[in-house]
Every structure is written in C-alpha cells, then in structure tokens.
C-alpha cells in the first residue's frame, strides 16, 4: 500500500519509484483478461480504432521487446533514421499497427498466455534496473532527452496503467467500480505524479511572468478518498512542476482522476475536458494543460 502524502505545501518534485507496483498491476491485468467474454475482447475502446483485443495483443509487444533487449541484449537490425519527435511518433505508430495486425491470428487465450508468461518477467527485469543510472530509452515526451531508469520505468507503469483502464472502461458495463478499482490512490496517484511531469515540455513555449503559478487539484476515489496536489511555476525563464500548491496561483484547474488520466493519456478531447474541468484565474494560463498529453502522440 502507497501512503498518501500529508502535505499541502509545494515542494520539489522527486523520483517516483514503482518497480515493485509492476507485477501486481500485471495480475490485475491478467484476472480482467480472463474474465472477459468473447463479445468483450471486440469491443471498441478509447484507445482510436483499437479493440479490447488489440490493446492486449499490444501489452504482449511491450513485453516482448522487454525481454529481448533487457534479458537477451537483442536489437533489430535496421530501422529509419529518427531526427525528431515527430519521426519517433511515426515510427512508434508503424510497429503498434505491424504488431497489432499480425497479432489478429493469435487467439484471446494466446494472448493471455504470452502475457502471464512474459509480463511477469518483464516487471522483474524492469524492477531490477539501478534507478539512478542513465536510461536507454529517454522519456520524451516528458522532453527528456536522457532519462535515468526510474523515469524509464514509470514510464511503462503509466503504459500498462492506462492501457489497462482503457481495457476497463471498454467492459465495465453496469459495473463502474471496473475503473474505480485502478483510480484509487495506491494506483492512480504515481501514475499522475509521473505524468504531470509532461507539463513543463507542454508549457515550454508558453510566455509568461517570473512568479506565475498554475495549480492541478485532482480528486480521486475508492474506499478512501484522496486528493493530490501539483503546481507548475515559471521561474527565470522557465517552467517547473512542483508537489503540493503555492500560496498564491494565477489559475487553478480542478479535475476528478477519470477526467485527469483520460485528458492526460488521449482519450478525452481538449473541449470535453474543457467541460469537466473546474478552472479559476487566468484561464489563459490553463489552455496549454488541455493539449497535454503523458504519451507520444
């Protein structure tokens, strides 16, 4: 169990370390899968045209490059030239759609054997990385263009996290609790306290006086309701994202997590967020934050 923090006031923003939250979010994963029905693994998601099963057949991809390029030091030949963000996004979109339409002739049952085989080992692996030492794989969408492992390794729990609340929200039905189960604190506030840290590359052309503040209120849910939260300031020139809330904000946003993780993860527009966000201030100062997004899109 993840403790709640008990301050109000800002404070830097530190490592958040969750390799050890890695294999029970995988058998939460893995009951979900198993109790879906053959209906259940072609309905549609949030996630643009992928269904239930595609989602799945891409958690096995991640977790199958993980695996040979952690455990057995495998890297494919070829590949194009990448100069930019926008050449990674395109790349990135290639080998998901390749994967996901090779993965049509696997069966639902297969799917679910490769991932409690591979997935497991995936954490393990991922959970032995020293989470100080430079990272292969930057998280560039944080624009890091170096990230040390603990970074990297947040960055495939808010993968595996959101796919799977994407997965849950497709099958919840009469059954709401389905995404509750995941938006609790012990689940859902690493994931956010990973992702606000998209804000300052979001905010990075945004024009603004030394002092302004933006405050990110989040109300999360479960048996114990929690809050959390983030307040993004511009000092010498530049803007940084901060735990806990300044005295004095020029805006504030305030949002439930349902509304936060899809804003932040592509599956809610910037008008629908617009819509279910709370925002007080300068509204100007809150504009960038609809367009944020914690995934290479």
């Given at each position: 169990?993840?403790?709640?923090?008990?301050?109000?006031?800002?404070?830097?923003?530190?490592?958040?370390?969750?390799?050890?939250?890695?294999?029970?979010?995988?058998?939460?994963?893995?009951?979900?899968l198993r109790g879906l029905s053959s209906e259940d693994w072609l309905r549609p998601t949030v996630a643009g045209a992928w269904r239930v099963r595609d989602i799945a057949a891409h958690l096995v991809d991640g977790s199958l490059r993980?695996?040979?390029?952690?455990?057995?030091?495998?890297?494919?030949?070829?590949?194009?030239?990448?100069?930019?963000?926008?050449?990674?996004?395109?790349?990135?979109?290639?080998?998901?759609?390749?994967?996901?339409?090779?993965?049509?002739?696997?069966?639902?049952?297969?799917?679910?054997?490769?991932?409690?085989?591979?997935?497991?080992?995936?954490?393990?692996?991922?959970?032995?990385?020293?989470?100080?030492?430079?990272?292969?794989?930057?998280?560039?969408?944080?624009?890091?263009?170096?990230?040390?492992?603990?970074?990297?390794?947040?960055?495939?729990?808010?993968?595996?996290?959101?796919?799977?609340?994407?997965?849950?929200?497709?099958?919840?039905?009469?059954?709401?609790?389905?995404?509750?189960?995941?938006?609790?604190?012990?689940?859902?506030?690493?994931?956010?306290?990973?992702?606000?840290?998209?804000?300052?590359?979001?905010?990075?052309?945004?024009?603004?006086?030394?002092?302004?503040?933006?405050?990110?209120?989040?109300?999360?849910?479960?048996?114990?309701?929690?809050?959390?939260?983030?307040?993004?300031?511009?000092?010498?020139?530049?803007?940084?994202?901060?735990?806990?809330?300044?005295?004095?904000?020029?805006?504030?946003?305030?949002?439930?997590?349902?509304?936060?993780?899809?804003?932040?993860?592509?599956?809610?527009?910037?008008?629908?967020?617009?819509?279910?966000?709370?925002?007080?201030?300068?509204?100007?100062?809150?504009?960038?934050?609809?367009?944020?997004?914690?995934?290479?899109?």
């Open positions: 169990m993840v403790d709640q923090p008990r301050f109000r006031a800002v404070e830097p923003i530190t490592p958040t370390y969750v390799g050890d939250r890695l294999l029970p979010l995988h058998e939460r994963l893995s009951a979900l993980t695996v040979s390029s952690r455990r057995d030091a495998y890297r494919p030949r070829g590949g194009p030239v990448l100069r930019t963000y926008q050449d990674v996004v395109a790349y990135i979109n290639v080998i998901n759609r390749e994967w996901v339409e090779a993965s049509e002739r696997l069966s639902p049952p297969l799917l679910i054997e490769l991932l409690d085989r591979y997935g497991p080992l995936e954490a393990q692996l991922l959970a032995a990385l020293p989470p100080h030492d430079r990272s292969p794989i930057s998280v560039l969408w944080a624009g890091e263009m170096e990230s040390e492992n603990w970074m990297h390794v947040g960055r495939e729990y808010t993968e595996r996290w959101h796919h799977q609340l994407q997965i849950r929200d497709a099958v919840q039905g009469s059954s709401p609790t389905l995404i509750a189960d995941l938006l609790t604190y012990e689940w859902c506030y690493p994931a956010l306290d990973l992702s606000v840290r998209a804000l300052p590359h979001a905010y990075r052309e945004v024009e603004a006086s030394d002092g302004s503040a933006l405050l990110i209120s989040v109300a999360g849910t479960g048996p114990a309701p929690w809050s959390a939260d983030w307040t993004l300031r511009r000092e010498d020139g530049r803007w940084s994202v901060w735990r806990g809330r300044t005295p004095i904000v020029s805006a504030t946003v305030v949002a439930d997590a349902d509304t936060m993780w899809r804003l932040l993860y592509n599956a809610l527009p910037a008008n629908a967020a617009r819509e279910r966000m709370a925002v007080d201030g300068e509204s100007s100062l809150a504009e960038p934050l609809f367009e944020t997004r914690s995934v290479m899109v």
